[in-house]
């Protein structure tokens, strides 16, 4: 059992962490439910893409750093985030799978550092479920939940552990406008 201290640490810790940046409701349930931050990634701002509505690191700002994700079922809660995976784009290197990069029309997605598994799915197909319809789309990449405000990640902060970055074809597949940024679907391996 952690001792007071401890608990109190953390308790200052997360209220630190609430007034630094601008969580969502998801975010808040994820660092009290069963994946916790595994630390706080220092911010560091350079040229960032904003093409797909990213958002961009700012120099100082802490961001919660992932090593886990939500457990995988059958029907995966997790949110859609748009994502780009060719040359240029907010994705920033070619793909970690396969070292390409991808068309915006071809079904391809990053995972967060936790479904990602250390590459276990890579090149691998996952069913999304979302706006009635479902795609299959082919895991081509890491959105990297512990690393981020680099280069090689555009200088975007980590990834949450429960967005899945999808390629606009993936999007438009399943009939959603990408101006909808973030969009509850669910999703398991196919």
Known sequence: ????????LLLISLLI???????NR??????????HASGFL??????????????CCQTG??????RCSPA?????????????FSQGSDGGAAAECDGNFHSDNDLVVALPTGWYNGGSRCLK???????????????VDECDSVNGCTADQNYEPPCP??????????????????????????????
């Open 42 to 55: 220092t911010g560091k701002a350079g040229f960032c893409t904003t093409q797909n509505y990213a958002s």
């Open 1 to 8: 059992m952690p001792s007071t201290n401890s608990s109190f």
């Open 125 to 139: 197909k996952i069913r999304i479920n979302g706006n009635g319809k479902s795609v299959l789309a082919k895991v």
């Open 26 to 35: 998801a975010a808040i349930r994820i660092l009290i439910g069963t994946c």
């Open 61 to 66: 700002e802490l961001y919660p750093q992932y």
């Open 161 to 190: 552990p429960d967005v899945i970055n999808a390629s606009p074809g993936v999007w438009n597949a399943l009939g959603i406008p990408t101006s909808k940024m973030e969009v509850p679907i669910t999703w398991s391996d196919a």
């Open 72 to 84: 995988v079922t059958n029907t995966t809660n997790a949110k859609l985030d748009v994502g780009g």
């Open 17 to 23: 962490l609430l007034s630094l940046t601008s969580l």
